[in-house]
């Protein structure tokens, strides 16, 4: 059984950083595209960045520059270095997987089939 586990999250001053951890099992550590995805009370789930087996990555614009996703095949997990953090990237944030193309942090929430059950970054000002 698939299973992607988020740790990480935190509460932080502006300008501060933080790294979220994605650790998966039952999945195979070839699978295609991973990303991370966050999301505010009353809104839906916006992509982040992804990562493909490749190593190719997408940024959301918002955190292009900002943010680096990384992931780590032989030990299954995927990770997100949060730098220069900014009130707006409060969320929960949630690590996804699929084997479809397109991997991009365009891609539809729905398009991924396997998700962690999130961790909170808050961002105070």
């Known amino acids: 059984q698939a299973q992607l586990v988020e740790s990480g999250g935190g509460s932080v001053q502006a300008g501060g950083s933080l790294t979220l951890s994605c650790a998966a099992s039952?999945?195979?550590?070839?699978?295609?595209?991973m990303g991370w995805f966050r999301q505010v009370p009353g809104t839906g789930r916006e992509g982040v960045a992804t990562?493909?087996?490749?190593?190719?990555?997408t940024y959301a614009d918002s955190v292009r520059g900002r943010f680096t996703i990384s992931r780590d095949s032989a030990k299954k997990t995927l990770y997100l270095q949060m730098n220069s953090l900014k009130p707006e990237d409060t969320g929960m944030y949630y690590c996804?997987?699929?084997?479809?193309?397109?991997?991009?942090?365009?891609?539809?929430?729905?398009?991924?089939?396997?998700w962690g059950q999130g961790t909170q970054v808050t961002v105070s000002s």
């Open positions: 990562i493909d087996r490749a190593g190719i990555t």
């Open positions: 039952g999945i195979a550590s070839g699978i295609y595209c």
């Open positions: 996804a997987a699929k084997n479809s193309y397109p991997c991009s942090s365009d891609s539809r929430s729905g398009a991924f089939p396997y």
